[in-house]
T-cell receptor, first 113, second 112 residues
Framework: SQQGEEDPQALSIQEGENATMNCSYKTSINNLQWYRQNSGRGLVHLILIRSNEREKHSGRLRVTLDTSKKSSSLLITASRAADTASYFCATDPSIQGAQKLVFGQGTRLTINP | NAGVMQNPRHLVRRRGQEARLRCSPMKGHSHVYWYRQLPEEGLKFMVYLQKENIIDESGMPKERFSAEFPKEGPSILRIQQVVRGDSAAYFC??????????FGDGTRLSIL
Protein backbone atom coordinates (compact mmCIF):
# COMPACT_ATOMS: atom_id res chain seq x y z
CA SER A 1 0.00 0.00 0.00
CA GLN A 2 1.05 3.59 -0.54
CA GLN A 3 3.01 5.14 2.29
CA GLY A 4 1.84 8.67 1.66
CA GLU A 5 -1.78 9.58 1.99
CA GLU A 6 -2.92 13.05 1.03
CA ASP A 7 -6.06 14.75 2.11
CA PRO A 8 -8.26 16.09 0.88
CA GLN A 9 -8.43 14.08 -2.34
CA ALA A 10 -9.91 17.10 -4.09
CA LEU A 11 -10.02 20.77 -3.18
CA SER A 12 -11.77 23.61 -4.99
CA ILE A 13 -11.25 27.21 -3.90
CA GLN A 14 -11.54 30.74 -5.25
CA GLU A 15 -8.59 32.54 -6.71
CA GLY A 16 -6.78 34.50 -4.05
CA GLU A 17 -7.65 32.10 -1.23
CA ASN A 18 -5.11 29.89 0.49
CA ALA A 19 -4.98 26.15 -0.18
CA THR A 20 -3.81 23.63 2.40
CA MET A 21 -3.06 20.01 1.61
CA ASN A 22 -1.97 17.36 4.09
CA CYS A 23 0.09 14.23 3.80
CA SER A 24 0.62 11.38 6.23
CA TYR A 25 3.17 8.61 5.98
CA LYS A 26 4.05 5.45 7.84
CA THR A 27 7.79 4.79 8.03
CA SER A 28 10.82 6.85 9.01
CA ILE A 29 12.12 9.10 6.28
CA ASN A 30 15.19 11.00 5.12
CA ASN A 31 13.10 13.72 3.56
CA LEU A 32 9.68 14.51 2.20
CA GLN A 33 9.02 16.21 -1.10
CA TRP A 34 6.07 17.87 -2.74
CA TYR A 35 5.48 17.69 -6.48
CA ARG A 36 2.94 19.27 -8.79
CA GLN A 37 1.48 17.55 -11.83
CA ASN A 38 -0.47 19.38 -14.47
CA SER A 39 -2.91 17.31 -16.51
CA GLY A 40 -1.10 15.09 -18.98
CA ARG A 41 2.34 16.20 -17.88
CA GLY A 42 5.17 14.98 -15.70
CA LEU A 43 5.87 15.94 -12.12
CA VAL A 44 7.49 19.22 -11.22
CA HIS A 45 9.48 19.31 -8.02
CA LEU A 46 8.25 22.04 -5.66
CA ILE A 47 10.05 21.70 -2.37
CA LEU A 48 12.03 19.24 -0.28
CA ILE A 49 12.04 19.23 3.52
CA ARG A 50 14.52 17.11 5.44
CA SER A 51 13.59 15.02 8.46
CA ASN A 52 15.40 17.42 10.80
CA GLU A 53 13.52 20.46 9.47
CA ARG A 54 10.13 21.61 10.68
CA GLU A 55 9.19 24.30 8.19
CA LYS A 56 10.33 25.50 4.82
CA HIS A 57 9.26 28.32 2.51
CA SER A 58 9.59 28.85 -1.21
CA GLY A 59 7.76 31.81 -2.70
CA ARG A 60 4.05 31.29 -2.05
CA LEU A 61 4.65 27.77 -0.76
CA ARG A 62 5.03 26.81 2.87
CA VAL A 63 5.69 23.24 3.94
CA THR A 64 5.67 21.89 7.46
CA LEU A 65 6.85 18.53 8.69
CA ASP A 66 5.96 16.82 11.95
CA THR A 67 7.96 13.63 12.23
CA SER A 68 6.34 12.70 15.55
CA LYS A 69 2.97 12.58 13.80
CA LYS A 70 4.43 11.45 10.50
CA SER A 71 2.64 14.19 8.66
CA SER A 72 3.32 17.17 6.42
CA SER A 73 1.30 20.03 5.04
CA LEU A 74 1.63 22.16 1.95
CA LEU A 75 0.17 25.66 2.02
CA ILE A 76 -0.20 27.70 -1.16
CA THR A 77 -0.98 31.30 -0.37
CA ALA A 78 -2.82 33.76 -2.62
CA SER A 79 -3.76 31.02 -5.08
CA ARG A 80 -3.86 31.64 -8.82
CA ALA A 81 -5.67 29.88 -11.64
CA ALA A 82 -2.30 28.52 -12.79
CA ASP A 83 -2.00 26.62 -9.49
CA THR A 84 -4.72 24.25 -10.69
CA ALA A 85 -3.03 20.84 -10.73
CA SER A 86 -2.59 17.66 -8.74
CA TYR A 87 -0.20 17.83 -5.82
CA PHE A 88 1.66 14.80 -4.51
CA CYS A 89 3.80 14.23 -1.48
CA ALA A 90 6.62 11.75 -1.82
CA THR A 91 8.73 10.28 0.94
CA ASP A 92 12.32 9.16 0.69
CA PRO A 93 12.50 6.25 3.15
CA SER A 94 15.46 6.22 5.50
CA ILE A 95 16.77 2.88 4.40
CA GLN A 96 20.43 2.92 3.52
CA GLY A 97 20.87 2.95 -0.21
CA ALA A 98 17.17 3.29 -0.91
CA GLN A 99 16.41 5.82 -3.58
CA LYS A 100 12.83 5.14 -4.50
CA LEU A 101 10.21 7.73 -3.73
CA VAL A 102 6.91 6.61 -2.25
CA PHE A 103 4.03 8.72 -3.49
CA GLY A 104 0.61 9.41 -2.10
CA GLN A 105 -2.58 9.43 -4.14
CA GLY A 106 -2.49 13.18 -4.58
CA THR A 107 -4.78 16.14 -4.03
CA ARG A 108 -6.53 17.56 -7.07
CA LEU A 109 -6.60 21.32 -6.60
CA THR A 110 -8.91 23.52 -8.65
CA ILE A 111 -8.63 27.28 -8.46
CA ASN A 112 -11.78 29.01 -9.65
CA PRO A 113 -11.33 32.45 -11.23
CA ASN B 1 19.72 22.44 -21.26
CA ALA B 2 17.18 19.67 -21.78
CA GLY B 3 15.47 18.01 -18.88
CA VAL B 4 14.54 14.35 -18.75
CA MET B 5 13.40 13.29 -22.20
CA GLN B 6 10.99 10.43 -22.68
CA ASN B 7 9.75 9.00 -25.93
CA PRO B 8 7.40 8.26 -27.34
CA ARG B 9 4.89 10.46 -25.54
CA HIS B 10 2.08 8.14 -26.57
CA LEU B 11 2.33 4.49 -27.52
CA VAL B 12 -0.46 2.22 -28.68
CA ARG B 13 0.03 -1.53 -28.75
CA ARG B 14 -2.19 -4.54 -29.28
CA ARG B 15 -2.33 -7.29 -26.71
CA GLY B 16 0.64 -9.59 -27.07
CA GLN B 17 2.96 -7.02 -28.66
CA GLU B 18 6.06 -5.54 -27.12
CA ALA B 19 6.37 -2.00 -25.80
CA ARG B 20 9.69 -0.16 -25.54
CA LEU B 21 9.83 3.07 -23.60
CA ARG B 22 12.92 5.25 -23.72
CA CYS B 23 14.32 7.74 -21.25
CA SER B 24 17.29 10.06 -21.58
CA PRO B 25 18.28 11.51 -18.19
CA MET B 26 19.22 15.09 -17.55
CA LYS B 27 22.76 16.01 -18.48
CA GLY B 28 25.12 14.97 -15.75
CA HIS B 29 22.70 12.50 -14.16
CA SER B 30 23.65 8.84 -13.99
CA HIS B 31 20.75 7.59 -11.85
CA VAL B 32 17.45 6.69 -13.51
CA TYR B 33 14.14 5.67 -11.96
CA TRP B 34 10.98 4.34 -13.57
CA TYR B 35 7.52 4.82 -12.09
CA ARG B 36 4.04 3.80 -13.24
CA GLN B 37 0.91 5.86 -12.74
CA LEU B 38 -2.62 4.56 -13.13
CA PRO B 39 -5.44 7.09 -13.72
CA GLU B 40 -6.31 9.17 -10.66
CA GLU B 41 -3.51 7.57 -8.64
CA GLY B 42 -0.04 8.45 -7.47
CA LEU B 43 3.16 7.14 -8.97
CA LYS B 44 4.44 3.72 -7.99
CA PHE B 45 8.13 2.90 -8.08
CA MET B 46 9.23 0.20 -10.48
CA VAL B 47 13.00 0.16 -10.85
CA TYR B 48 16.16 2.15 -10.09
CA LEU B 49 19.20 1.91 -12.32
CA GLN B 50 22.66 3.35 -12.61
CA LYS B 51 24.77 3.00 -15.70
CA GLU B 52 24.83 -0.69 -16.65
CA ASN B 53 23.46 -1.76 -13.26
CA ILE B 54 20.03 -2.45 -11.81
CA ILE B 55 20.14 -1.23 -8.23
CA ASP B 56 16.56 -1.86 -7.07
CA GLU B 57 13.86 -3.61 -9.08
CA SER B 58 11.57 -4.34 -6.16
CA GLY B 59 8.61 -2.59 -7.81
CA MET B 60 8.85 -4.30 -11.14
CA PRO B 61 6.62 -7.26 -12.01
CA LYS B 62 8.69 -10.44 -12.19
CA GLU B 63 7.45 -11.42 -15.62
CA ARG B 64 7.32 -9.56 -18.93
CA PHE B 65 8.99 -6.39 -17.60
CA SER B 66 12.66 -5.55 -17.90
CA ALA B 67 14.78 -2.43 -17.74
CA GLU B 68 18.26 -1.47 -18.77
CA PHE B 69 20.50 1.57 -18.72
CA PRO B 70 23.43 0.87 -21.03
CA LYS B 71 26.76 2.62 -20.97
CA GLU B 72 25.74 4.55 -24.08
CA GLY B 73 22.23 5.62 -24.92
CA PRO B 74 18.96 5.98 -23.09
CA SER B 75 17.41 3.80 -20.45
CA ILE B 76 14.84 1.38 -21.83
CA LEU B 77 11.79 -0.04 -20.10
CA ARG B 78 10.61 -3.06 -22.02
CA ILE B 79 7.24 -4.75 -21.62
CA GLN B 80 6.78 -8.01 -23.47
CA GLN B 81 3.43 -9.56 -24.43
CA VAL B 82 1.48 -6.55 -23.21
CA VAL B 83 -1.93 -6.99 -21.60
CA ARG B 84 -4.75 -4.49 -21.02
CA GLY B 85 -3.65 -4.00 -17.43
CA ASP B 86 -0.34 -2.54 -18.62
CA SER B 87 -2.17 0.58 -19.82
CA ALA B 88 -0.79 3.43 -17.75
CA ALA B 89 1.50 6.42 -17.81
CA TYR B 90 5.14 5.48 -17.32
CA PHE B 91 7.41 8.15 -15.93
CA CYS B 92 11.15 8.29 -15.83
CA UNK B 93 13.11 10.40 -13.39
CA UNK B 94 16.82 11.07 -13.05
CA UNK B 95 19.18 12.39 -10.42
CA UNK B 96 22.85 12.76 -9.61
CA UNK B 97 22.39 10.33 -6.73
CA UNK B 98 20.84 12.85 -4.38
CA UNK B 99 17.27 14.06 -4.09
CA UNK B 100 15.31 15.55 -5.71
CA UNK B 101 14.52 13.46 -8.72
CA UNK B 102 13.62 15.25 -11.93
CA PHE B 103 10.81 13.81 -14.00
CA GLY B 104 10.07 13.55 -17.68
CA ASP B 105 6.64 14.10 -19.19
CA GLY B 106 5.97 10.39 -19.36
CA THR B 107 4.88 7.86 -21.95
CA ARG B 108 1.20 7.05 -22.06
CA LEU B 109 0.79 3.43 -23.03
CA SER B 110 -2.54 2.25 -24.35
CA ILE B 111 -3.25 -1.41 -25.00
CA LEU B 112 -5.96 -2.26 -27.50
Amino acid sequence: SQQGEEDPQALSIQEGENATMNCSYKTSINNLQWYRQNSGRGLVHLILIRSNEREKHSGRLRVTLDTSKKSSSLLITASRAADTASYFCATDPSIQGAQKLVFGQGTRLTINP
Amino acid sequence: NAGVMQNPRHLVRRRGQEARLRCSPMKGHSHVYWYRQLPEEGLKFMVYLQKENIIDESGMPKERFSAEFPKEGPSILRIQQVVRGDSAAYFCASSNGNQPQHFGDGTRLSIL
